[in-house]
């Protein structure tokens, strides 16, 4: 029996069998009845998946090999981005955009009866990431890779992804592992022969000339997994290299001899813990010894890789910078610079002096948060019993820097004591932002405010010793191929149609969307523009549909904020938003209401397991959706929806679909904020706070097309003074949010107890301002309704915003630093 496509192909696509099946087919046949060794009648869309997957991988390696031969004969400067995350999602899509396959293989599956949307959809995320770091690293490879910049990733393998996020019937966040690798990875090449060897603990005994040996402890090896990370309709294809822990020794074979079997195999369960989870906190740091594990099992055998390769060359240790870049993304990879600096005085003999020199030529380091939550320090004990040597070495460092400040700034005690890595008090810290800035030859922070903000706060001391040009900015950029061709290919398409150039063209060069200008009036084109972001609403509908059983007025506004879960991102404020307008439409009359524009607000994120207030903050959405959405007076005009376990996959469908989303967090806190970005592109208007990348994206769109409110950076601090020293009543300070809060208290949206804890942060200090920019938020929903009643004057805000994006394409900003920090160059393999 065949019962899904035409018979013919499948028999004449059999390997050896002369035919005219096209070659994609042929390959996709094979690969069904060898790789997957199942018959042609036996292959569901899973099954159909992994063989279109297998069979894109065959053009990927072939490209992959091609590159990396020719990159290493030119033994070019490289750069290498080290990073704890790499969000990637799904890849096969993707992959067949960047090989300009996509039609071939739409063709190929059908024959065979399937449909590649639905094999699309059977690929897992690789969630290997919390957040906007982790996805800011996978725009970062794309990028490079489509500007033929020999630049590899490197990153640990986790086995489990970010958790899997339920929603119990209570409104409770419940988290499941996401056990990704449970089906096969076609996208990763085990390289079992690329193995190396990672210590820990032991002792470290200083010789002479600031050398050391560092022997016993635990060894655990390192195995690489390559990642294929292809360019845009380039043959270079780029690596991501992905480590994975392994036990030295397969277990102890004395105590399973002795029947002791826990025993024998405790030792290598510790190895393979190593990279079993990723951390699940975002912008938060968590103290754990495995965390710190984690960090230098994944430097150790990276630097090891990277010297390697170097030594490979031939060139002399001195040239080292000249031929090798690294990225510290954020503080996890510190440990790479006393690394470094162990491989070279303890390992190659170079004096220490000559070796710092080389250290600090080839770090660059880029800050993503100036939260002091999040800011990584480790305790000197943890680090001293799991890493002698670093420890040592981190104290010399110390020591030759302290000395220079005080050469420069003599008896400044209180200057020493803050810019010293080691922060005194029992126990003594290592603070790893100051390693960082130290070991490395730039700084840079992600979007201008912040990067301001680095250099005028936590860095301050630093600016004052080194001098401002070491403290730059790099804004952060997203690709344009995932987040405008693939997630929204009919706004691909009318761009290319109404541009008249290809697409690889304006794909490449995002500026080119500017070409839209000329048309935002244009009456034909709005029209098609505004059919586009219907049916991406549409879209979205049907996935809520699937999903809750509930309809979507899609002819409502489509209001979105999705991000992770988080006091200083202020999702408390737009659900208190809400609230007011859900109490506002009730105190209407029927007539009234039927004079406000509809609206829907979808909201998404995960929390960390343990941040219990953003736990409470997805409770308090889920129980006021759950109120609104039944109320018969209001629910025609209002709706609200949490969607669970938001994802890069659930994102490349919300976001197409939004007409605004909102990114409020309060003034300073939000470095850059890069899904911002995504909603613009896609031509949603943007509502938001005076933060971050938003300030950018205002000045390249104009600040008519966007909707901000509340105070701005320089305001915060004294705010937050006053609320700490002369704290005002909220009934006081704004009686529409006392009173919003008085209706959540008293029961409205289900006990109201339950709530408190995450009321009283608001009532009682209110760190994160909500009652003071709540009033101003209620204005600029209002003016996003108004300017909402005036269709055609929003159709032309949206491809006005859209036309202005060019700016935050990640070609941009990965040239930027390709060209002012890598020095590296670009290699077009022939
Ligand atoms: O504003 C975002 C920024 O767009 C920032 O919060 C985020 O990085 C994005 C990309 O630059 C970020 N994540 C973390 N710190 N900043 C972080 C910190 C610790 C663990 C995991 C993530």
Redesign the pocket.
Known sequence: IWPRGDEKTWKEGIRGVDSDVPSITKSIVNHVQTSLARQAYNVDNVGAYQAVALSVRDDLIANWNETQLYTTNKTPKRAYYLS??FLMGRTLDNALLNLGLKQKYNEGVEKLGFNLEDIVDCERDAALG???????AACYLDSSATQELPVWGYGLRYKYGIFQQLIAPDGSQLEAPDPWLNNQNPWELPRLDVTIEVRFYGHAERLDKGKAIWSGGQEVLAVAYDVMIPGYHTKNTNNLRLWESKPKRGFDLDSFNAGDYDRAVASSTSAENITSVL?P?????IGKELRLKQQYFWTAASLSDIMRRFKNTGKNISEFPDFVAIQLN?T?PTLAVPELMRLLVDEEDVPWDKAWKIVTNTFFF?N??V?PE?LEKWPVPLMQNLLPRHMQIIFDINLQFLQSVERKFPGDRDRLARMSIIQEGTPQYVRMANLACIGSRKVNG??EL?SELVRTTIMKDFVDYYGVSKFQNVT?GITPRRWLDQCNPLLSDLITETLKIKKEVWLRDLYKLEGLLKFADDPTFQKKWAAVKQSNKERLAHHVETQFGIKVNTSAMFDVQVKRLHEYKRQTLNILGVVHRYLTLKAMSPAERKKVNPRVVFFAGKAAPGYYIAKLTIKLIVNVARVINEDPDTKEYLSMFFLPDYSVSLAEILIPASEVSQHISTAGT?????SNMKFCLNGGLLLGTVD??NIEIAEEVGESNVFFFGHLTPAVEELRYKHTYHPVPVEEKCPPLAKVLNEISSGRFGDGSVYEPLLNTIRQVDYYLVTEDFDSYIRALEMVDTAYQDRNGWIKKSICTTAKMGKFSSDRAIMNYAEEYWNIEQIKVP
Do not use: M, P, W
């Open positions: 704890l995350e919390n957040g906007g770091l982790g996805r800011l951390y906190n975002d912008n938060t740091y954020d996890h880029t993503h948060t939260l999040a992600v979007a912040h952060n939000e470095a850059s904020g890069t971050g990348a």
